[in-house]
Structures are given as structure tokens and as C-alpha cells.
T-cell receptor, first 113, second 109 residues
Framework: EPEVTQTPSHQVTQMGQEVILRCVPISNHLYFYWYRQILGQKVEFLVSFYNNEISEKSEIFDDQFSVERPDGSNFTLKIRSTKLEDSAMYFC???????????FGSGTQLSVL | RKEVEQDPGPFNVPEGATVAFNCTYSNSASQSFFWYRQDCRKEPKLLMSVYSSGNEDGRFTAQLNRASQYISLLIRDSKLSDSATYLCVVFSNDYKLSFGAGTTVTVRA
């Protein structure tokens, strides 16, 4: 079965540093998402992306965050200047249609020290 | 009011028991509904979609009640491997998927 892949699985960074989380969505999917989950809390929506632009973003997704689809396969999330509270598991997801089931990657655990 | 609300549990049940729980949603225009399962520190995985007429997949039964704006999940003959957090996911007509906080189920031997 095709799957969403994310790298790295773990990322440790110093506060104030920039990080880029990488995702390869399923190849025939058109809608891409980033979610995060702080330990012990619910899955939170960050941003959705379609047709090379952001279609929706949450209040969490402030100016420190950006997304990019630099080529035909990768979908990245950049956090410009990380804060301690950015420590979380970040999940990438994709689907063919927003009304259809969502496929998640295995996540990147980000730890900001 | 939260968009999607779930009883956090935990539901602690013996093997073989039946466990059921609900999820309420606030947007009456919501179109699609899903139950995902999440194991500790893993990604959510689709358990089943929820159809208007209700649907069953093995030991799992999902129901939708549009009038009262809730969906339910029932697990029959619980197995130890059913221990997980069950996430309710609702797709509304503004192209947004909303997640509930999850219901934790623990099945004991």
C-alpha cells in the first residue's frame, strides 16, 4: 500500500534555530496537510495545501511557519525560529480529495532545547 | 463550543467485553466522518469511515446520527490489541478536517 513518508523521524534543535521537516505525500494525492500533536494532547491542524498554495491555515500557523512544495514529490514545513513550545510530533498527511480519508506519515518528533 | 468533542475516557474493559463511545460535532453542515485509531506516539490510522446508514467492519460498528449531530463507535468482543486512543474526525464544508481529542480504550486480560 502506498504511504506518506516523513524525514527525519526525530529532530533535536536549539531554540531560535530553523528546522525543515520533510514529507513525501502519496504520489496521486492532491491535498497535503501538516498537523502537530504535543505530547498528551490532541492532533492539531496547522495547514492545508492544494495546487501549490495554502488553502487553509490555523492560528498556530503564524509567520514563523511556512510550507513549500519545491518539486513534484516533496512537501516541507519550515519553522524559522523555533521556540520551546514548538516541541511536538509533526504529522504530514495527504489525500486525493479533502472529503476522503487522510493518510498520515509516521511523524517527525521535534524537540526544541 | 468545540467543533468535535469526545469523552476522553479511559474506558477500561475486560477482554471480550463490548465498549461504545460517542463523538459530537458542532457544524451541522459536516459532510464526512471517520474514526481513526492512534497508538501511543504513532500516527493516526484510519479505522473506518462512517456512512449515513451506519456501517460495520468485523467487530467494529460505526453509526451516524445527523439529527443529534454525533457519531458512535462500538467494539464487540474486545481484544487486548484494541487498546488505543480512538480519534473522531469530521470533515466540514469549509474543507477542514477537525479532530476530536480522542477516547482512550484499555482492554485488560
Amino acid at each position: 500500500e502506498p504511504e506518506v513518508t516523513q524525514t527525519p523521524s526525530h529532530q533535536v534543535t536549539q531554540m531560535g534555530q530553523e528546522v525543515i521537516l520533510r514529507c513525501v505525500p502519496i504520489s496521486n494525492h492532491l491535498y497535503f496537510y501538516w498537523y502537530r500533536q504535543i505530547l498528551g494532547q490532541k492532533v492539531e491542524f496547522l495547514v492545508s495545501f492544494y495546487n501549490n498554495e495554502i488553502s487553509e491555515k490555523s492560528e498556530i500557523f503564524d509567520d514563523q511557519f511556512s510550507v513549500e512544495r519545491p518539486d513534484g514529490s516533496n512537501f516541507t514545513l519550515k519553522i524559522r525560529s523555533t521556540k520551546l513550545e514548538d516541541s511536538a510530533m509533526y504529522f504530514c498527511a495527504s489525500n486525493r480529495d479533502p472529503n476522503e480519508k487522510l493518510f498520515f506519515g509516521s511523524g517527525t518528533q521535534l524537540s526544541v532545547l | 463550543r468545540k467543533e468535535v468533542e469526545q469523552d476522553p475516557g479511559p474506558f477500561n474493559v475486560p477482554e471480550g467485553a463490548t465498549v461504545a463511545f460517542n463523538c459530537t460535532y458542532s457544524n451541522s453542515a459536516s459532510q464526512s466522518f471517520f474514526w481513526y485509531r492512534q497508538d501511543c506516539r504513532k500516527e493516526p490510522k484510519l479505522l473506518m469511515s462512517v456512512y449515513s446508514s451506519g456501517n460495520e467492519d468485523g467487530r467494529f460498528t460505526a453509526q451516524l446520527n445527523r439529527a443529534s449531530q454525533y457519531i458512535s463507535l462500538l467494539i464487540r468482543d474486545s481484544k487486548l490489541s484494541d487498546s488505543a486512543t480512538y480519534l473522531c474526525v469530521v470533515f466540514s464544508n469549509d474543507y477542514k478536517l477537525s479532530f476530536g481529542a480522542g477516547t482512550t480504550v484499555t482492554v485488560r486480560a
